[in-house]
C-alpha cells in the first residue's frame, strides 16, 4: 500500500494556527485538551498530523463542532 506524502506531513503550531486563523497558543491548548491530537518531537515540540488537523477544520467549517 504506497502512502500519499501528504497524509505523512507534521504541521507546526503555527502552521495550524494560520489556518483557523487564532494564536498558536490556542493551537496547545486545544491539543492539551485532547481537541486535537499531537505528535511531540525528540526535542519536546508539538507536531500535528496535516490530515487529522484538515479534516478538524473541515467540522469546524460545517459547524459541527467549535474548537
Do not use: C, Y
Not at 21 to 41: C, E, F, L, Y
Not at 49 to 62: D, H, N, P, S
Amino acid at each position: 500500500m504506497e502512502r500519499n506524502p501528504d497524509q505523512d506531513a507534521l504541521l507546526t503550531p503555527s502552521e495550524v494556527a494560520a489556518m483557523f486563523r487564532v494564536n498558536p497558543k490556542t493551537v496547545t491548548r486545544w491539543a492539551r485538551a485532547g481537541k486535537i491530537s499531537a505528535i511531540r518531537t525528540l526535542g519536546g515540540h508539538r507536531r500535528f498530523r496535516a490530515v487529522e488537523i484538515k479534516k478538524f477544520l473541515e467540522q469546524v467549517e460545517e459547524g459541527v463542532e467549535t474548537p
